[in-house]
């Protein structure tokens, strides 16, 4: 069975400074781990991806998040804050032969001016 | 703008009702999981199709049925439906069945039991 753990439900930065938004995994097996965005009242988009390719992962919007087994993380982050940055992020883990998305509790990203 | 629709976008119907909940995934993809997202529960995974085939379930309630047709549209079936089903309901389509691949979701329904 896989989880991921948020930590952090609520986070704030200013505009300009380092966003960085926590996810911890737990997997049996090697697990396939993505980031989530999601605005208000909107569906969610696929922000990146780890397919156990690159540890370090470029995503849309400047994003990017680095896999470390040996941490089992997979945390996110962005060099500089934007004001339409502000929505809920969510982790999510799959692994071979469990198809769906586990998901972790979210955490809403504020952003102060 | 995912791909992925959706219908209807809002729901609100009594307790005791039957609702359903349709998806159309994106051009060529296979496989469709739906989701459900409520405050108190997060986003839990409920069933996918492959192909017109189940091939997973998670915690969907045995109320709760889904089928994929031919098309490879897909719907969610609620009945005999309780004030905690209210949530919203999303639905996600992959290209194949495999862990790797990226789902898209869509828009979702807002479903409000009273």
């Known amino acids: 069975a896989q989880s991921v753990t948020q930590l952090g439900s609520h986070v704030s930065v200013s505009e300009g400074a380092l966003v960085l938004l926590r996810c911890n995994y737990s997997?049996?097996?090697?697990?396939?781990l993505f980031w989530y965005v999601q605005y208000p009242n909107q569906g969610l988009q696929l922000l990146l991806k780890?397919?156990?390719?690159?540890?370090l992962v470029k995503g849309i919007n400047g994003f990017e998040a680095e896999f470390k087994k040996s941490e089992t993380s997979f945390h996110l982050t962005k060099p500089s804050a934007h004001m339409s940055d502000a929505a809920e992020y969510f982790c999510a883990v799959s692994a071979f032969g469990n198809e769906k998305l586990t998901f972790g509790t979210g955490t809403r990203l504020t952003i102060i001016p | 703008d995912s791909g992925v629709t959706q219908t209807p976008k809002h729901l609100i119907t009594a307790t005791g009702q039957r609702v359903t909940l349709r998806c159309s995934p994106r051009?060529?993809?296979?496989?469709v999981y739906w989701y459900q997202q409520s405050l108190d529960q997060g986003l839990q995974f409920l069933i996918q199709?492959?192909?017109?085939?189940?091939?997973a379930k998670g915690n969907i309630l045995e109320r709760f049925s889904a089928q994929q047709f031919p098309d490879l549209h897909s719907e969610l079936n609620l009945s005999s439906l309780e004030l905690g089903d209210s949530a919203l309901y999303f639905c996600?389509?992959?290209?194949?069945?495999?862990?790797?691949?990226?789902?898209?979701f869509g828009p979702g329904t807002r479903l409000t039991v009273t």
């Open positions: 051009s060529g993809d296979l496989s």
């Open positions: 780890y397919t156990s390719a690159a540890t």
């Open positions: 997997s049996s097996v090697p697990p396939y």
């Open positions: 996600a389509s992959s290209v194949g069945g495999g862990s790797s691949y990226e789902q898209y």
């Open positions: 199709y492959y192909n017109g085939e189940e091939r």
